[in-house]
């Protein structure tokens, strides 16, 4: 099994940056890819950005691209997410997930708030 904490979400003005990282804990992620997802109130669950499990493979939604960043570190066990530029469509809660393509994972972390102020 693998647990994903999800930290560094908070307020932050429009134009603002935050970085989010996702620590895993149970077995090493090392071997997968991670990504992020964002959910904001009434709305579905996004996809932000992906990262294969070596970090030479990344791919981002077009609404972050060139904004954020993802990033990792196999020997911490964690991946980052760099948001500058933050905009308030932003805001949202952004889950970090690991071992899976697409929309399917099989590890979600329990989220981490983002607001963006304007």
């Known amino acids: 099994q693998v647990q994903l904490v999800e930290s560094g979400g908070g307020l932050v003005q429009a134009g603002g940056s935050l970085r989010l990282s996702c620590a895993a804990s149970g077995r090493t992620v090392s071997t997968y890819a991670m990504a992020w997802f964002r959910q904001a109130p009434g709305k579905e669950r996004e996809f932000v950005g992906r990262i294969s499990w070596s970090g030479g493979n990344i791919n981002y939604a077009d609404s972050v691209k060139g904004r954020f960043t993802i990033s990792r570190d196999n020997a911490k066990n964690t991946v980052y997410l760099q948001m500058n530029s933050l905009k308030p469509e932003d805001t949202a809660v952004y889950y970090c997930?690991?071992?899976?393509?697409?929309?399917?994972?099989?590890?979600w972390g329990q989220g981490t708030q983002v607001t963006v102020s304007s």
């Open positions: 997930a690991a071992g899976g393509a697409g929309v399917n994972y099989a590890y």
